[in-house]
């Protein structure tokens, strides 16, 4: 199956830098991406989709300035969370979908684990 | 603005059991509905899916999910499970009126014991 891969896996931040994550399509090519949120227990958020060449759309309640989207590639999208605090800490997670833009599945990143100390 | 309820947070049965997990959605219009597994220390993986047509589908590793229109509801079942299938299981929806975006469930974590 297609694969989408994320990197790092795992980062360990002081409050008050940026980091930055990766999302890759490996096989394929994605002119859509999207970046959810799993807090501990809870389910995965949809913060933002990710436009190759155009501007990312934010969910409601998603500061954009905070979590800054760029879709250089078709195969490449990654979110920068700026001034990192405690509160940010976070699964982050990417999926890009196959093929035309409706009725295919999507594929998942395998998370990255963001702890800001 | 649509959501998606699964029934149980925790579910824990014994190996050769029967599972069900329950998932409800609120949304008025035509949905593509999922289940996604996350097996510890992995990805999502889907398990399942419905577009259209026989709303008994039939997924991978013997999971079935049956899509109910009237009741709003996309529940999953396997007959017997195995220790393997311990993991947590996401369903999800998505509005064909909302491109790919998906809703999630909050998630059911399901244990086996051997």
């Known amino acids: 199956g297609a694969v989408v891969s994320q990197h790092p896996s795992w980062v360990i931040c002081k409050s008050g830098t940026s980091v930055k994550i990766e999302c890759r399509s490996l096989?394929?090519?994605?002119?859509?991406m999207f970046w959810y949120r799993q807090f501990p227990k809870q389910s995965l958020m949809l913060m933002a989709t990710?436009?190759?060449?155009?501007?990312?759309?934010?969910e409601q309640g998603v500061e954009k300035d905070k979590f800054l989207i760029n879709h250089a590639s078709l195969t490449l999208s990654t979110l920068t969370v700026t001034s990192a605090h405690p509160e940010d800490s976070s699964f982050y997670i990417c999926?890009?979908?196959?093929?035309?833009?409706?009725?295919?599945?999507?594929?998942f990143g395998q998370g990255t684990r963001l702890t800001v100390v | 603005a649509q959501s998606v309820s699964q029934h149980n947070h925790h579910v824990i049965l014994s190996e050769a059991a029967s599972l069900e997990l329950g998932c409800n959605y609120s949304?008025?219009?035509?949905?593509?509905l999922f289940w996604y597994v996350q097996y510890p220390g992995q990805h999502l993986q889907l398990l399942l899916k419905?577009?259209?047509?026989?709303?008994l589908v039939k997924g991978i590793k013997g999971f079935e999910a049956e899509f109910i229109k009237s009741k709003f509801s996309f529940n999953l079942r396997k007959p017997s499970v195995q220790w393997s299938d311990t993991a947590e299981y996401f369903c999800?929806?998505?509005?064909?009126?909302?491109?790919?975006?998906?809703?999630f469930g909050g998630g059911t974590r399901v244990l086996v014991k051997p």
């Open positions: 990710s436009n190759e060449g155009s501007k990312a759309t934010y």
């Open positions: 949304y008025g219009g035509t949905v593509n």
């Open positions: 999926s890009a979908n196959r093929g035309l833009e409706r009725d295919t599945e999507a594929f």
């Open positions: 419905y577009f259209s047509g026989d709303p």
């Open positions: 096989d394929f090519q994605a002119t859509t």
């Open positions: 999800a929806v998505r509005p064909k009126a909302a491109g790919n975006k998906l809703t």
